[in-house]
């Protein structure tokens, strides 16, 4: 099993850029897809954005797209999450997932870290 921990959340003026961070412990990421949801106060968690195990593939969702970036380091068993252009509507927690080996969908979550953007 794979402990996920997320740091780097914050607040944030709008337009400005924050980056979170998801180190895992346990076993390696490197075999597991990586994604980033966020669930704002009063909302259902939303996906973000994930990148595939084997790098075939990055996926954001529309309202995100264009102004955040996923990336991993698998040597470092890290996966990060670069936003900028940040809006209020961002205002979330941000939870980081993994799946398990050679998988898509998410089968551990970390605790999330609170990303607040003020206008």
């Known amino acids: 099993q794979v402990q996920l921990v997320e740091s780097g959340g914050g607040l944030v003026q709008a337009g400005g850029s924050l980056r979170v961070s998801c180190a895992a412990s346990?076993?390696?990421?490197?075999?597991?897809?990586m994604h980033w949801f966020r669930q704002a106060p009063g909302k259902e968690r939303e996906f973000v954005a994930r990148i595939i195990w084997n790098g075939g593939g990055i996926e954001y969702s529309d309202s995100v797209k264009g102004r955040f970036t996923i990336s991993r380091d698998n040597a470092k068993n890290t996966v990060y999450l670069q936003m900028t252009s940040l809006k209020p509507e961002d205002t979330a927690v941000y939870y980081c997932?993994?799946?398990?080996?050679?998988?898509?969908?998410?089968?551990?979550w970390g605790q999330g870290t609170q990303v607040t953007v003020s206008s």
């Open positions: 346990g076993r390696t990421i490197s075999r597991s897809t």
């Open positions: 997932a993994s799946s398990a080996d050679f998988g898509i969908r998410p089968s551990y």
